[in-house]
């Protein structure tokens, strides 16, 4: 054996339990699915191959449309407010008190709890009867907003809830980025007398630029996917105007039982995402080559 192969083999020794599991728990799994995708096939029986058939009937399938553009109009709702208030809170919370330390703690907390906890909490929050909300609002003399009965509101429900829920972790990732911006900047600009403003735009946004990146990528993925929010907050409704793709799913593999229709579906979103996050990644290359350039 050569000395070059020697050299392979603790490598090879090394990575080859994970590239096992990875193989077994990940691409497995996902030519399974794409399998799945060309059957017509339930829960019961062992199906029949049906080509592209599944892909024809969703392109075709105005639910499927309805559930696609809802997705996409609730993760442009949720992932610019979120980075946005989670940059805002960690700007704030960047400080070394223990009443930063509390607060950073207390919006951290939302992220641990359950998407069954969080919609029940938005619940009795949004319900215009009895609702925190509707109580206020009544108290004060306006009519309670039906949050979770109108076609107009049901989404803005969903984003409402999910920001709550998911600010935790872009705060942190913003938190992480701060930390790591040299302070002898700051104390330049303070010298050549630089407004807030001015730092902020000149230092702390450039110098957090990846961190935005990473979080903001992040997000899109994650809401994509969103489903807890609505299947438990609103059941999709009302008439389908908060189904997400991802309750889409649920609904027929686990409801209509065509298993080869939902897998469909589900090898749709994720080209969507695929396709939306590497978009995501080229634009901001590009950008970031822009300003290289200048």
């Known amino acids: 054996m050569s000395q070059a192969a020697r050299r392979r083999d603790p490598g090879l020794a090394f990575v080859g339990p994970f590239l096992l599991v990875y193989c077994l728990v990940l691409i497995l799994p996902m030519l399974h699915g794409i399998w799945l995708s060309l ?17 024809s009937r969703l392109f075709a399938d105005p639910v499927f449309g309805q559930s696609l553009v809802n997705t996409f109009i609730v993760t442009l709702m949720i992932v610019p407010l979120l980075t946005v208030i989670a940059l805002g809170l960690a700007l704030a919370l960047n400080r070394a008190t223990r009443g930063a330390a509390i607060l950073r703690g207390i919006f951290f907390s939302s992220a641990v709890l359950s998407v069954t906890i969080v919609t029940l909490i938005w619940r009795f929050i949004l319900a215009p009867d009895a609702g925190l909300l509707g109580e206020v609002w009544q108290s004060a003399g306006w009519e309670p907003l039906p949050f979770l009965s109108s076609p107009g509101l049901a989404l803005w429900a969903l984003a409402i809830t999910t920001i709550w829920w998911s600010i935790g972790l872009p705060m942190l990732l ?3 980025g701060l930390q790591q911006v040299p302070a002898d900047l700051y104390e330049a600009a303070a010298l050549d007398k630089a407004s807030r403003w001015r730092t902020f ?10 961190t935005t990146i990473l979080v903001v990528m992040l997000q899109t993925a994650a809401q994509l996917q969103l489903f807890g929010q609505s299947q438990l907050l609103t059941a999709g409704g009302p008439s389908g105007a908060s189904r997400t793709v991802v309750l889409f799913m649920n609904e027929v593999a686990f409801g209509r039982w065509e298993l080869g229709y939902a897998q469909a579906a589900a090898e749709m979103l994720f080209l969507i995402i695929l396709g939306v996050t590497l978009t995501q990644y080229w634009l901001t290359g590009r950008a970031g080559e822009g300003d290289h350039g200048r």
Do not use: C, E, K, S
């Not at 059957?39 to 892909?55: K, T």
């Not at 735009?201 to 990846?210: F, G, K």
């Open 39 to 55: 059957h017509v096939i339930d829960i019961w029986g062992d199906g029949r191959f049906a080509g592209l058939a599944n892909y």
């Open 174 to 176: 913003f938190l992480a």
């Open 201 to 210: 735009t000149q230092i702390t946004l450039p110098a957090l630029r990846r």
